[in-house]
């Protein structure tokens, strides 16, 4: 099993652009979510999703958007890049929403 | 005050030396606790759930002591590859059933 993916593993934009943060797990998890993390705040929750086709907001969702039409795709979309939105971005799935397993992170940095 | 709160360290100790962290929660009616390990640059790793009566697995040990609404992780005989910032999350911090993360507690081990 590949566990759960991200690409890309880095990533410059500029401000305004949009793109698209890819997330896939192999592990039939029905828990996906997403998370930035940043210096001296620790892990904040984005958006996550408990099954296909249900998502929810999390603590820090504006200026991204997510779907889950597959339960192995998460994708975090980011809608006009932000230099605020410069973080390291995690994808993480569980089989509920309790232990989670993250996968290696995206370096975003927008300029 | 914040849902789940960490002291940011560093904690700093010689190999061999026995560290205990603490991680504060605020909502009382949290009920699933997990320490996460996370090395530098790199995805938060499960390390062990806190049960009520307590874990133990090889040198580390996790307590819950409810009554004053926080969790423990005990290391003994630390080693270097020990170094890591150590996570804790609550399920239902926050009111709901999401895991809210601390921001972790950096340890350095020494020769």
């Known amino acids: 099993n590949a566990g759960v993916t991200q690409t890309p593993k880095f990533q410059v934009l500029k401000t305004g652009q949009s793109m698209t943060l890819q997330c896939a797990q192999d592990m039939n998890h029905e828990y996906m979510s997403w998370y930035r993390q940043d210096p001296g705040m620790g892990l904040r929750l984005i958006h996550y999703?408990?099954?296909?086709?249900?998502?929810d907001q999390g603590e820090v969702p504006n200026g991204y958007n997510v779907s889950r039409s597959t339960t192995e795709d998460f994708p975090l979309r980011l809608l006009s890049a932000a230099p605020s939105q410069t973080s390291v971005y995690f994808c993480?799935?569980?089989?509920?929403?309790?232990?989670?397993?993250f996968g290696p992170g995206t370096r975003l940095l927008v300029l | 005050r914040k849902e789940v709160e960490q002291d940011p360290g560093p904690f700093n100790v010689p190999e061999g030396a026995t560290v205990a962290f603490n991680c504060t929660y605020s909502n009382s009616a949290s009920q699933s606790f997990f320490w996460y390990r996370q090395d530098c640059r790199k995805e938060p790793k499960l390390l062990m759930s806190?049960?009520?009566s307590g874990n133990e697995d090889g040198r580390f040990t996790a307590q819950l002591n409810r009554a004053s609404q926080y969790i423990s992780l005990l290391i003994r005989d630390s080693k270097l590859s020990d170094s890591a910032t150590y996570l804790c999350a609550v399920n239902g911090a926050g009111g709901s059933y999401i895991p809210t993360f601390g921001r972790g507690t950096s340890l350095i081990v020494h020769p």
């Open positions: 806190v049960y009520s």
């Open positions: 993480a799935s569980g089989r509920g929403v309790e232990t989670q397993y």
């Open positions: 999703s408990v099954g296909a086709g249900i998502t």
